[in-house]
T-cell receptor
């Protein structure tokens, strides 16, 4: 059974810092990996999707990497802003379903 | 930009009652999903739906649950006899192919 772990569980940084969120998964037979943002009491906003054949994806200040063989992904956020404060979820897709991690709760202090 | 919509945003029901949660997926999408998130816990997969039939379902999705696409635009999740432990945020998602899943804002279900 696929298990997804995210480290750290919470992170607080001053505005402007670059930061890295980590995600690991136990079964490397995945179709893709998706990073989401979740604001309190709200839905999930898709940030980036990396297909299993890809190594990384970039969108603006976000860069996600995937090392499928080692079961790891990282989300790099450059020049963090207070508006980036949210919970970031990693999810891997296999057998037409997403398995989610518990998330990293990010607080960016002004 | 097209969005997945869900109604109602909050549903309160008595234990044992039936509830129907409604979703309108993005119009040209082919795959539809339901997930739930119990307060403070991970988002969990319930069911995926393609070509008018269930393609995958989790252990959570037992005989009390059913899904339907009644009219080509709506996608519904029915819980026949709600239990206290069904209280959660229920998310609908859709995707065009085997690709990015786009989530709706969720329906908060409270079972009393």
């Amino acid at each position: 059974k696929q298990e997804v772990t995210q480290i750290p569980a919470a992170l607080s940084v001053p505005e402007g810092e670059n930061l890295v969120l980590n995600c690991s998964f136990t079964d490397s037979a995945i179709y893709n990996l998706q990073w989401f943002r979740q604001d309190p009491g709200k839905g999930l906003t898709s940030l980036l999707l990396i297909q299993s054949s890809q190594r990384e994806q970039t969108s603006g200040r976000l860069n996600a990497s995937l090392d499928k063989s080692s079961g790891r992904s990282t989300l790099y956020i450059a020049a963090s802003q207070p508006g980036d404060s949210a919970t970031y979820l990693c999810a891997v897709e296999s057998a037409r379903q997403l398995t989610f991690g518990s998330g990293t709760q990010l607080t960016v202090l002004p | 930009e097209p969005e997945v919509t869900q109604t109602p945003s909050h549903q309160v029901t008595q234990m044992g009652q039936e509830v129907i949660l409604r979703c309108v997926p993005i119009s040209n999408h082919l795959y539809f999903y339901w997930y739930r998130q119990i307060l403070g816990q991970k988002v969990e997969f319930l069911v995926s739906f393609y070509n008018n039939e269930i393609s995958e379902k989790s252990e959570i999705f037992d005989d009390q649950f059913s899904v339907e696409r009644p009219d080509g635009s709506n996608f519904t999740l029915k819980i026949r006899s709600t239990k206290l432990e069904d209280s959660a945020m229920y998310f609908c998602a859709s995707s065009p192919q085997a690709d990015t899943q786009y989530f709706g804002p969720g329906t908060r279900l409270t079972v009393l």
